[in-house]
C-alpha cells in the first residue's frame, strides 16, 4: 500500500467527488492544468465512475492524498505518460489549509518510488510556473533538478506565463 506514517495515496472513490469539485473549478490554479471552463458535479462523477485505473491504458493516474484520520486532502497526477521512454509529468494539489505541512513532500517522495518499482517509470517531470516559489521549493527538495525553462508556455489571465521544468531520474 502506498502510505506512510503521514498519509496514504488510493485511488479516487465516489466520496472524493465534492474536494475534487472544489479543486477543479478552482480558476487559481487553471493556467497550470488544460482547463478553462468549469466542471459540472456530473462531469466528475462520470470521470470518477468511469476512470479504469490501468495507467498503461490511459497513460494517466489520479490518486487522492488522504490524512491518517481519512480526510482527503488533495491529488498527485501522473499525466502524459510516454511508454517508450519511460516518462510521465506529475502534478501535485493540496488544499490550503493543509499545505506547508510536508505533505506534499511526503507524497512526491512515496510517488516517486511506487512509480520507479512498479510502473518502471525513468524519469518523472514537472513544469511549474516561472515565479511559483513554493512549488520551485518543492521539487527542489524532493531531489528534482531544474533543467530548462519553456518561455510563454502558459495563458493566464495575467498574461503568458514562462514555467521551469523540473526533473527527477529515478
Given at each position: 500500500m502506498?502510505?506512510?506514517?503521514?498519509?496514504?495515496?488510493?485511488?479516487?472513490?465516489?466520496?472524493?467527488?465534492?474536494?475534487m469539485?472544489?479543486?477543479?473549478?478552482?480558476?487559481?490554479?487553471?493556467?497550470?492544468g488544460?482547463?478553462?471552463?468549469p466542471?459540472?458535479?456530473?462531469?466528475?462523477?462520470?470521470?470518477?465512475?468511469?476512470?479504469?485505473?490501468?495507467f498503461?491504458?490511459?497513460?494517466?493516474?489520479r490518486?487522492v492524498?488522504?490524512n491518517?484520520?481519512?480526510?482527503?486532502?488533495?491529488?498527485?497526477?501522473?499525466?502524459?505518460?510516454?511508454?517508450?521512454h519511460h516518462?510521465?509529468?506529475?502534478?501535485?494539489?493540496?488544499?490550503?489549509e493543509?499545505?506547508?505541512?510536508?505533505?506534499?513532500?511526503?507524497?512526491?517522495?512515496?510517488?516517486?518510488?511506487?512509480?520507479?518499482?512498479?510502473?518502471?517509470?525513468?524519469?518523472?517531470?514537472?513544469?511549474?510556473?516561472?515565479?511559483?516559489?513554493?512549488?520551485?521549493a518543492?521539487f527542489?527538495?524532493c531531489?528534482?533538478?531544474?533543467?530548462?525553462?519553456l518561455?510563454d508556455w502558459l495563458?493566464?489571465?495575467?498574461?503568458?506565463?514562462?514555467?521551469?521544468?523540473?526533473?527527477?531520474?529515478?
Amino acid at each position: 500500500m502506498l502510505k506512510s506514517n503521514k498519509l496514504k495515496l488510493r485511488a479516487v472513490e465516489p466520496e472524493d467527488l465534492d474536494l475534487m469539485y472544489l479543486i477543479e473549478n478552482d480558476t487559481e490554479l487553471w493556467p497550470c492544468g488544460q482547463a478553462s471552463v468549469p466542471f459540472s458535479h456530473y462531469a466528475l462523477k462520470q470521470y470518477i465512475a468511469e476512470c479504469s485505473n490501468d495507467f498503461f491504458h490511459d497513460r494517466q493516474l489520479r490518486l487522492v492524498i488522504e490524512n491518517p484520520d481519512g480526510t482527503s486532502v488533495g491529488f498527485v497526477d501522473l499525466q502524459n505518460y510516454e511508454p517508450l521512454h519511460h516518462r510521465a509529468e506529475v502534478g501535485i494539489v493540496v488544499v490550503p489549509e493543509k499545505q506547508r505541512q510536508g505533505l506534499a513532500t511526503e507524497t512526491l517522495r512515496l510517488l516517486a518510488s511506487y512509480v520507479s518499482v512498479h510502473l518502471g517509470i525513468h524519469l518523472l517531470y514537472a513544469l511549474v510556473p516561472k515565479g511559483n516559489k513554493a512549488s520551485e521549493a518543492l521539487f527542489k527538495k524532493c531531489g528534482y533538478k531544474e533543467t530548462a525553462t519553456l518561455q510563454d508556455w502558459l495563458n493566464s489571465p495575467k498574461g503568458w506565463q514562462s514555467v521551469v521544468v523540473f526533473q527527477q531520474i529515478l
